[in-house]
Nanobody, 122 residues
């Protein structure tokens, strides 16, 4: 199966920057879209940003201008986070919508990484 592995999380001071990476591995698949989501303790998982195979991006409105999502073809996803705030503290998850052939049919399956912790604190 497809595996997603995030990296780049850690502790950063308010106002600082951090760059997250997500690498997809496996065989016999193609990715139609990838995205970053985050989940803070006691809160639901929320969208950070997504990017399609043609480069169209979508961000949570509150994060526009601070966070930038990008892809390094074919299967690497990045999240550049600037001007970080304590409320950005969360586990950040990589997501990929993967086109696969199962039981004779092509389907799109959502895959998730294990998450990487981002802590913004003085």
């Amino acid at each position: 199966q497809v595996q997603l592995v995030e990296s780049g999380g850690g502790l950063v001071q308010p106002g600082g920057s951090l760059r997250l990476s997500c690498a997809a591995s496996g065989s016999g698949f193609s990715i139609s879209a990838m995205g970053w989501y985050r989940q803070a303790p006691g809160k639901q998982r929320e969208l950070v940003g997504r990017i399609t195979s043609i480069g169209t991006t979508n961000y949570a409105e509150s994060l526009k201008g601070r966070f930038t999502i990008s892809r390094n073809a074919p299967n690497t996803l990045y999240l550049q986070m600037n001007s970080l705030k304590p409320e950005d503290t969360a586990v950040y998850y990589c997501n990929a919508d993967v086109l696969e052939r199962k039981h004779g049919a092509y389907i799109t399956t959502a895959y998730w990484g294990q998450g990487t912790q981002v802590t913004v604190s003085s």
